[in-house]
């Protein structure tokens, strides 16, 4: 009997498990503890406000029902890794200010039909393991968007930047900044194969073991 989800291997003893809106909800510290120390710590003048103020944001995020969210926890139950999307509407804030920016046609394509990928960050010494390409795989796999968005920092060959490119995400806008704010940012893309046939051995927000198969 071999274990039917292989890429558990790759992340050692951590789990990637998709969590509801009540579970995030529940392990809102959590998850937003990884944020901080993930990237408010490094890119913050103040963090312990930035954190606050992000927690705000995502309580509202949480509350939604169409919330997508995956995270990369040990044995213990830590939240070591996260990440988060919600579908672009007109009308919400990243997708308006996104689409504005953009020639017409190219935010009819892209952001039409889009999963936003909100959050993705792993814990610093978690890092390098391949957890965070394997919660942004799991997030995009079977959403029935055609596309899927971000921002990430203007850091061209950071890890992160590393990632999304060698997962297919291509530049829509290079050295963006948001209304508000002086930090410049890229805003990436990619286009989706749309849902898969159903897979028996995801694990879910129960925090079960992958099945296994014959």
């Not at 046939?197 to 198969?213: I, K, L, M, Y």
Request: hydrophobic residues 40%; proline residues 7%.
């Amino acid at each position: 009997m071999a274990r039917c989800d292989r890429r558990r291997e790759l992340v050692n003893d951590v789990r990637i498990v998709r969590w509801s809106p009540a579970r995030m909800r529940a392990r809102l510290d959590d998850v937003i503890a990884v944020y901080k120390a993930a990237f408010l710590d490094l890119h913050e003048d103040d963090p312990v406000r930035a954190a606050r103020d992000r927690a705000i944001h995502a309580r509202r995020h949480f509350d939604r029902h169409d919330l997508h969210a995956v995270v990369a926890v040990t044995a213990e139950e830590e939240v070591v890794g996260m990440t988060y999307g919600l579908p672009g509407e007109v009308g919400q804030w990243w997708h308006d200010v996104v689409a504005g920016a953009l020639p017409p046609q190219d935010a009819v394509h892209w952001l039409t039909d889009c999963m936003e990928v909100v959050e993705l960050h792993v814990l610093p010494g978690y890092q390098g393991r391949g957890i965070g390409r394997e919660l942004l795989r799991e997030l995009l796999r079977d959403v029935p968007q055609r596309t899927a968005a971000l921002s990430a920092l203007e850091l061209p060959g950071s890890r992160a930047r590393r990632l999304y490119t060698s997962e297919g995400f291509v530049p829509l806008l290079s050295h963006f900044r948001f209304p508000g704010s002086f930090t410049e940012y890229a805003v990436l893309a990619k286009e989706l194969p749309g849902p898969a046939p159903s897979d028996p051995c995801r694990s879910t927000e129960t925090g079960q073991q992958p099945a296994q198969v014959p």
